[in-house]
Structures are given as structure tokens and as C-alpha cells.
């Protein structure tokens, strides 16, 4: 690359995760070649979603207005708050369009290797909704790795006498998943919490 | 997502070449989580860039300046003219630091698939350099696919007439290449161009 600006636009683009050297030397040449269908639209949109999306005070969702669209809306039962460790899953969740209780975005999962300790949470702002805002139940939605259900065990631990019901979620076997390929943690779990059907 | 500027980011990002639409919601939040670290730097540099960059009158490169770095160096060697598909092929063989000459960039290579003609390519302009410019040599570096081989075909038959020696790139078996896993084309290719060792 002779041009020390599309040089310096590469390594930018390779920066951004899941984005290696190849793909980014792709994505520069392609906005370049394409500047008034794709590369100005998207500065344009860029910039104007760095402005005007704010992080919501009350759940930590990203959103155009403070508290968030979730937060504000009335239809949304706020005794039930949904602990997430990050925003993907909180747009995961809404995908199903199953649930209408409120969240809490953590920002993360405690975990030793990564240097990551309860402060960097969001766990003493869970507290204070979980005393304060007539919440009734926090169901634990983390991931069930180690530090997911490590991290859940701390936040269960620390609201130990707050009056609210702590729920996790369901483990077992995934739908379309076939047994043969299931891990033994996997079948173990679902064995435990299987349920009756008659009888 | 519930803001509408986060989704229309999301469709953006994921209509890039490479991106599927869950690197697109994880790059739209991350760039959203580190605006001022990479968000904001990486406006400022794609409205650079989309700015100072311009297309060489020449050879069709993408440089701040025209003609580009390459057609005017004076080191390089005008009557040696690399005819490329895109690019992306440029930037590869200027990385083997092998190649003094310059390049021609056609923009494409034939093909009744995608519709692309002749007049779609700089295959006229690139005769007119074949004719004025002092053109000794013409090499065809375009893919070993049938398109570029159609392709490079059409350009030889093109030039047919015109004071230039016209090469084509060594087809063989790639360095660090297994026997075992090469195809029969390439195998043939490689036997057919056998060079001598000794004897």
C-alpha cells in the first residue's frame, strides 16, 4: 500500500475484533471504491449514532433516551429484572420477544485470569435496585461457563436477605441439540431438572 | 436493539464484504463502548482518507497522489507494465518486494456469469499504453481461474500487433505445497513447465 492514509485506515479497520489484516485491507479498499454508496453514508451514520446514543442510567443498555426504551415503557414489568453480562445478550433475550420484565447489564463476569473483581461490575447499583425499586425477582441470566456461574453464585451471595426471589436459568439440553453430541456437564444438568410429562 | 440508529448501524456494518450480521451488532457495540478511543478516530480517519484518496490516471491505483507513487517514481520501470485485476493483487505483489515495473489495474476480469464485458474493464486503455508508452513488456498476473485465463486470453488477442512482449505468471506447485493435496490441473501445469536441475 503506498498511500500512508489507506495504510493507516488498514490497521485501524484490523483493530476492531473479529477483523484480521485481510479482511481489513477488503473492507478499506471496498469503502474506497464505493465512497458516495457506502464509505459517506457510513461515516455520516457513525457519527451520528456516537452522538446521539447514551448509556442508560438505570439498566446500562445503550439507547437514544436516559433511562432506556425498556426502562420507560409502562408495558414493562419492572419487579422482574433480568441480569445480563452484556448488552449482545440483552438483544438475545429481546429476539425471543418472550420476556417483559426489565434488565441489568453487569458489564462483564468476575473472573481471576482476566484481572476482573466485583467492582468492575455493575453488582452494588444490582443491590440498590434490588432494596429500592419493589423488584420481586432477579433471575441470573449468565453464561454457564465457570466464571458465568461463579459470578452468579457471588451476586446470589450478595443478596442474601434482600427480599427478592433469585431465579436462574433453565439447564439442559438445547432444542434440536442431539444427546450424542451433548457434553456429560450438559446431560448431567438436564437429567437433574428433568420433568415429568404424565404419570 | 431498540434504538433505531444502533440497527441501522448494525444493517450497515453487516452489508460490508466479510461482515455477517453478528460481527456487525459486535462491531456496532464496540465501537459504541470506545467511542472516544475508536469510534471517533475512526471517522475522522475514513473522512480523511475518502478525501485525500484519489484513483491514478495512469494505472488505476489508489493513492493521495496522480499519477500515483508508483507511476511516478522514477526508479520504477515504465516499459515493464504488470496488468492486475484489482487492487488487492497490487498490494500482493508490491509486498514480495520483487517487482520494480509498474502496474495496470483492470477493474475486473471477463465473465458471461456476472456480466462483465470487455468495455467494463481498462482493456482500451491499456492498448493505448501498449501503443504510446514505451511498453517493452506486458505481464498478465491475473487469476489461474478460468475467468482470468479468458480474461488474459482476450487481453494477448487484444494486443495482438503491438510492439510488446506479453508473459503470463508461472503456474506450478505453490512453495510449501504437498504433492498429495494439489489438483490435477496444477500437477499438470507443473509437470508440463518442468525446469531442469541438471544433466
Not at 489507506?6 to 484490523?14: F, M, T
Not at 420477544?97 to 458489564?107: E, Q, S, W
Not at 468476575?110 to 429500592?132: F, H, K, Q, T
Not at 438445547?174 to 438436564?190: H, N, Q, R
Request: glycine share 8%; net charge neutral.
Amino acid at each position: 500500500m503506498s498511500s500512508p492514509f489507506i495504510s493507516e485506515l488498514v490497521r485501524s479497520l484490523a483493530r476492531l475484533p473479529g477483523i484480521g489484516p485481510r479482511s481489513a485491507r477488503r473492507l478499506a479498499l471496498h469503502l474506497l471504491s464505493n465512497r458516495e454508496k457506502t464509505m459517506f453514508p457510513l461515516i455520516q451514520q457513525m457519527a451520528r449514532t456516537a452522538e446521539k446514543v447514551t448509556t442508560c442510567s438505570v439498566c446500562g443498555n445503550l439507547d437514544e433516551m436516559d433511562p432506556c426504551e425498556i426502562c420507560s415503557n409502562p408495558k414493562r414489568n419492572r419487579s422482574l429484572v433480568c441480569v445480563v453480562q452484556g448488552i449482545p445478550d440483552l438483544w438475545a433475550i429481546e429476539r425471543t420477544r418472550l420476556y417483559d420484565g426489565v434488565y441489568h447489564i453487569l458489564g462483564g463476569v468476575l473472573s481471576a485470569l482476566d484481572g476482573v473483581r466485583p467492582d468492575d461490575l455493575s453488582i452494588g447499583e444490582l443491590c440498590r435496585r434490588a432494596a429500592n425499586d419493589g423488584v420481586e425477582e432477579i433471575i441470573l441470566a449468565l453464561s454457564a461457563t465457570v466464571d458465568g456461574q461463579t459470578t452468579a453464585h457471588y451476586i446470589a451471595d450478595r443478596l442474601t436477605g434482600a427480599p427478592v426471589r433469585i431465579t436462574r436459568l433453565a439447564q439442559g439440553v438445547p432444542v434440536g441439540g442431539e444427546l450424542d453430541y451433548l457434553d456429560d456437564g450438559t446431560l448431567i444438568a438436564a437429567l437433574r431438572s428433568r420433568s415429568r410429562i404424565s404419570g
